[in-house]
């Protein structure tokens, strides 16, 4: 395997791997008990939480192609801010509102966030690697895994799934995120701005990319294949947050532990086999 040192990485790159961290933690902390605390303390139905839960991941099925395209058009602290702030205050959506269409309007700006987000973090960690982007993928690969062993035991600590304390860490995350994103990067005077925009693509070219970027998906069987199978791991996945979190509840004495504790089991499994099937 190739090997690196951690002290050749930029600041930028500790920032991104730091971010892609933090933000899974709380999402592993938080996300997999939102079924159930919806279940207590709304009278939604099944149905309708399911949809709840499932709306962000539509949308990002639906613009992930369009914003990693549309995002080239603006600089990487506007649309890190932006992609962070969404979500954050969606979060809050869901413990403040009461209403069904409020809370489906909150899943719509979460999964218009997570939507720009994800390939811009893809895409920041590779443009800040200083040519080590392979192994950079792999460690934050790692890290996701390793978040994600934590997050569901450290949200079953702090709450039975009744509780709206981990939905509230998990958006002052967020926050607390965009103001570091705003220190951190620099301020940047109007006539490096001008420069930066002259260098940009344009608005026409980024249609232009969009375009050529769906024929691809559309004219190759292979792009088809993937899209179709990340939409059914994605698919399985809802099902996995919302109608099996619910199936705990009832057949469990305990279920936000017994959903946490599977959860931890396949992550865990995943950080201890990683390194191995990489190596292989």
Not at 150 to 156: H, S
Request: net charge positive.
């Amino acid at each position: 395997m190739k090997k690196i040192s951690l002290t050749n990485l930029n600041k930028y790159t500790y920032f991104f791997l730091s971010t892609s961290f933090i933000i899974t933690f709380f999402r592993f902390l938080s996300m997999p008990f939102l079924t159930i605390f919806l279940s207590y303390t709304t009278y939604f139905s099944t149905a309708q939480i399911g949809l709840i839960i499932g709306i962000p991941g539509l949308i990002q099925l639906i613009l992930g192609v369009i914003a990693s395209n549309i995002i080239d058009y603006f600089s990487d602290k506007f649309s890190i801010i932006l992609s962070i702030l969404l979500p954050a205050c969606g979060m809050l959506g869901y413990i403040f509102f009461d209403s069904y269409v409020l809370m489906l309007f909150s899943s719509v700006v979460c999964g218009i966030g997570w939507s720009i987000y994800n390939p811009l973090l893809m895409s920041c960690l590779m443009r800040y690697s200083n040519g080590n982007s392979d192994i950079i993928i792999e460690i934050n690969y790692w890290i996701i895994n390793l978040s994600g062993a934590i997050g569901p035991l450290v949200g079953a600590l702090l709450s039975d799934g009744k509780s709206e304390f981990p939905f509230f860490l998990f958006s002052g995350a967020l926050f607390f995120l965009a103001i570091s994103t705003l220190i951190l990067f620099p301020y940047k005077r109007k006539k490096k701005l001008l420069e930066e925009k002259q260098d940009s693509p344009q608005l026409s070219a980024v249609i232009e990319n969009l375009k050529n970027d769906i024929l691809i998906l559309c004219k190759s069987k292979a792009s088809l294949f993937l899209f179709f199978s990340f939409f059914s791991i994605n698919f399985i996945e809802a099902q996995y947050n919302t109608n099996f979190a619910l199936h705990l509840t009832e057949v469990t004495k305990d279920g936000p532990n017994a959903l946490a504790s599977m959860m931890i089991a396949m992550t865990a499994t995943i950080l201890i086999l990683q390194p191995i099937s990489i190596k292989i």
